[in-house]
């Protein structure tokens, strides 16, 4: 697998006198892992390296997470870009505002599963169950290793109903097991989705998507972009769909960086 920095020469071809959808992962990606997920906050650098693109008229900026919209919102806090929460069940930017459609029975389903974990999962220490709205999440990075194997029996025995009914879907991240609608909605559709509305194309068909991210559900949104974008896993290079990684979130905020330098440098020259 091919280290991005090895190929700045390639990459600078591959942006140059294009206009950039950058479309990133949060948790990973931006920020590094911690603990629990109220402590990741994203570094200022890497922030202001966001907000730059996202004020180059070169560039579109989007950021995709598992997280509630509200909370990635607020965890970033900058105006025109775009947030897709809950992996894209809800998405809120300029000129765009969805919400993936759930039905009453669904809802009443996750309310129940989470009273139903909430008191299984009781014992076990270090379990956060979260409620995000349109889904739910249990964090286990803090519960002792041995006690994985207990974890998931009982997710398994209390969502086994659900799950064979096709009523809900469980999503498998870094330590943390989402129960989701049972919908064909992932990160791969969403970017395609973005893509395909003229607000996140700056420039129509003279375009280049960049997708960075670090996890399991990272790996749609590789796969979508295989033949029209850069793909940028974050992490020890291992299996993956992407065509390039990139070790660590410090190293993708010197990719942004170099995104920005390459988009400034062009409006300088054509000015
Ligand atoms: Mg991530």
């Not at 190929?7 to 959808?21: D, W």
Request: proline share 4%; net charge positive.
């Amino acid at each position: 697998m091919k280290h991005l920095f090895f190929y700045l020469s390639e990459l600078k071809k591959i942006l140059k006198g294009r206009n950039v959808s950058l479309f990133v992962d949060y948790d990973g990606t931006l920020t590094p892992i911690v603990k629990t997920p109220d402590k990741a906050v994203i570094p200022q650098k890497t922030r202001a390296v966001l907000r730059d693109l996202s004020k180059n008229r070169h560039c579109r900026v989007a950021v995709i997470s598992g997280r509630a919209l509200k909370d990635i919102k607020k965890k970033i806090g900058l105006e025109d870009i775009v947030y897709a929460g809950n992996h894209g069940l809800e998405i809120e930017g300029p000129g765009i505002r969805f919400k993936v459609p759930v039905s009453l029975r669904y809802k009443a389903a996750l309310k129940r599963i989470k009273d139903i974990l909430r008191k299984r999962l009781s014992k076990i220490k270090g379990i956060i169950v979260e409620d995000k709205g349109l889904t739910l999440s249990v964090h286990y990075r803090l519960a002792d290793k041995k006690d994985e194997r207990l974890l998931k029996a009982i997710f398994r025995e209390a969502l086994g109903y659900y799950i064979a009914g096709n009523k809900i879907k469980i999503r498998p991240g870094k330590k943390v097991l989402e129960i989701r609608p049972p919908l064909e909605w992932n990160k791969g559709k969403i970017v395609l989705w973005l893509l395909a509305r003229r607000r996140h194309l700056p420039g129509g068909k003279n375009n280049a998507p960049v997708y960075i991210g670090d996890d399991v559900t990272d790996e749609d949104a590789f796969i979508a972009l295989k033949d029209i974008g850069l793909t940028v896993f974050v992490g020890d290079p291992g299996k993956t769909g992407a065509k390039y990684y990139l070790r660590n979130t410090r190293e993708v905020t010197r990719f942004l960086e170099q995104i920005l330098k390459i988009k400034t440098d062009e409006e300088i020259c054509q000015n």
